[in-house]
Structure formats: structure tokens, C-alpha cells
Antibody, heavy 116, light 112 residues
Framework: QVQLVESGGGLVKPGGSLRLSCVTS????????MSWIRQAPGKGLEWLSY????????KYAGSVKGRFTISRDNAKKSLYLQMDSLRVEDTAVYYC?????????WGQGALVTVSS | DVVMTQSPLSLPVTLGQPASISCRSS???????????LNWFQQRPGQSPRRLIY???NRDSGVPDRFSGSGSGTDFTLKISRVEAEDVGVYYC?????????FGQGTTVEIK
């Protein structure tokens, strides 16, 4: 079955950087659009970014454009999110999601806390 | 950005009774390719969201048939024909037609 497992979350100071990873299995990764969606504590959902199977097509939400970079390694069936210039308001659970805009499968999430 | 407005935000329901959640978008969700990219998600307490319905009315595999989606243009509805205890959680609508794709605020379904 489809599995998405995020890692790389943790505590970081404002202005710092963090890289999230998502290892996948159970589907043809290279054929799949992939996305990152986040959820601030006790809040709703925000779609941050997506990337096509070939990496040719990427898009970012305005809140993270220029600070976050989505990428993938099809040989490793892995998705990444490089997060730079982190802000307190970036504190959230970050979900790796298969599909865009279908969002058919979600990982368990990685908690990122930005605090001094 | 397209604003997705759900109502009600809180929905207390008696077990076995029906429930309905409304979702309205600030723009038509009909894509230039003819599809309407409106999804519904369920998030049970302590869990990741799970997609229930895609493209307005298509139920995902494994989703009980008591869940149904309908609507068009800017007005959409998720219905639960008979609420069960496992349906407790937060329900989100989401539009995937206009970037950035956006979610509704969420509707909390609880048992009375």
C-alpha cells in the first residue's frame, strides 16, 4: 500500500534552516506529482508547494515563495522541502502528500517548531 | 486567492442521524479543462487528513457509501446519511482549480 514517511522536523531558531524529507513506497513515485501541506497548531490546512514527476513544474504559495524549495529524487523515491529564513509563524506539522491537486495520500506529518 | 467558506463550523449530530456540510467558493471552481477540482477531507483526532471525495462527487476507495458529495460552480455539499461514532473529526473542503489551492476553515463534527 501507499506509504509516505516524513523526517527532519525539529526545533529551530528564527532565521534558521531545516530540510524535510519524505520517503515513499507503494506507488510509481516518478509518475506522481507530490506536494507539501502544513497545519499550524490547532489551525487549518495550507498547501505550500507541489512538484511534477520530472521536477519541471513547481509552484509555491506566497507565504513561502523565495524561502522554501521543493525537490525530489526519483531514484530514491523521496521528496524534500528545504526551508530557509524560518519564521515563528512557520511552526506547524508538515505533511508530505501524493498528488496535486488530488492529495490522495498523506504522510503522518513532521512537526517543525520555530522558536528562540 | 480563492476563499473557501464552510458552514457550519461546528456540527453536533445524534448517532444515526444525517449531517450536511456546506462549502462555498469565492470563484467558480470549473477548471479550463472542464473538471471541477473540489475535494473533501476528514481529519480524525490525532490523525493526518484523509481524502473522502474528489472532483465534487467521487468517493475514494474504502470510504463508506454513507458519505456523498454534490454541487457545482461555487456551491458544494458533503452529506453523511447516518452519522456513526467513527465520523467524529474535522472536515475540510479544498479547491484545486485556482493556484494557490485553498482549504475551507474546517467543520467539527461531534456526537451530541
Amino acid at each position: 500500500q501507499v506509504q509516505l514517511v516524513e523526517s527532519g522536523g525539529g526545533l529551530v531558531k528564527p532565521g534558521g534552516s531545516l530540510r524535510l524529507s519524505c520517503v515513499t513506497s507503494g506507488f510509481t513515485f516518478s509518475d506522481s506529482y507530490m506536494s507539501w501541506i502544513r497545519q499550524a497548531p490547532g489551525k487549518g490546512l495550507e498547501w505550500l508547494s507541489y512538484i511534477s514527476g520530472s521536477s519541471a513544474d513547481t509552484k509555491y504559495a506566497g507565504s513561502v515563495k523565495g524561502r522554501f524549495t521543493i525537490s525530489r529524487d526519483n531514484a530514491k523515491k523521496s521528496l524534500y522541502l528545504q526551508m530557509d529564513s524560518l519564521r515563528v509563524e512557520d511552526t506547524a506539522v508538515y505533511y508530505c502528500v501524493r498528488g496535486a491537486p488530488s492529495a490522495g495520500s498523506w504522510g503522518q506529518g513532521a512537526l517543525v517548531t520555530v522558536s528562540s | 486567492d480563492v476563499v473557501m467558506t464552510q458552514s457550519p463550523l461546528s456540527l453536533p449530530v445524534t448517532l444515526g442521524q444525517p449531517a450536511s456540510i456546506s462549502c462555498r467558493s469565492s470563484q467558480s471552481l470549473v477548471h479550463s479543462d472542464g473538471n471541477t477540482y473540489l475535494n473533501w477531507f476528514q481529519q480524525r483526532p490525532g490523525q493526518s487528513p484523509r481524502r473522502l471525495i474528489y472532483k465534487v462527487s467521487n468517493r475514494d476507495s474504502g470510504v463508506p457509501d454513507r458519505f456523498s458529495g454534490s454541487g457545482s460552480g461555487t456551491d458544494f455539499t458533503l452529506k453523511i446519511s447516518r452519522v456513526e461514532a467513527e465520523d467524529v473529526g474535522v472536515y475540510y473542503c479544498m479547491q484545486g482549480t485556482h493556484w494557490p489551492w485553498t482549504f475551507g476553515q474546517g467543520t467539527t463534527v461531534e456526537i451530541k
